[in-house]
């Protein structure tokens, strides 16, 4: 239904965004702190690493 009135409005097909989802976890898995490292809080000094990580693992061609 929504496909019909987007291209009525003049939209056009670029891409196609594929979802995966999982159950919901009842209790977050645990994870191992490899020696040597020590967890801190993010800071705004962080925001392009973490950016250039979120874009490199979420944005991928789908075809």
């Not at 987007?6 to 995966?20: A, D, E, N, R, S």
């Not at 490292?37 to 925001?47: F, K």
Request: charged share 20%; hydrophobic share 35%; proline share 8%.
């Amino acid at each position: 239904m929504g496909k019909k009135l987007y291209k009525k409005l003049g939209f056009v097909t670029t891409g196609q965004i594929l979802q995966h989802q999982t159950r919901a976890l009842e209790e977050a898995p645990s994870v191992a702190i490899p020696a040597g490292l020590t967890p801190r809080r993010v800071q705004a000094q962080d925001a392009p690493t973490l950016t250039a990580l979120e874009s490199s693992a979420s944005i991928k061609p789908c075809c």
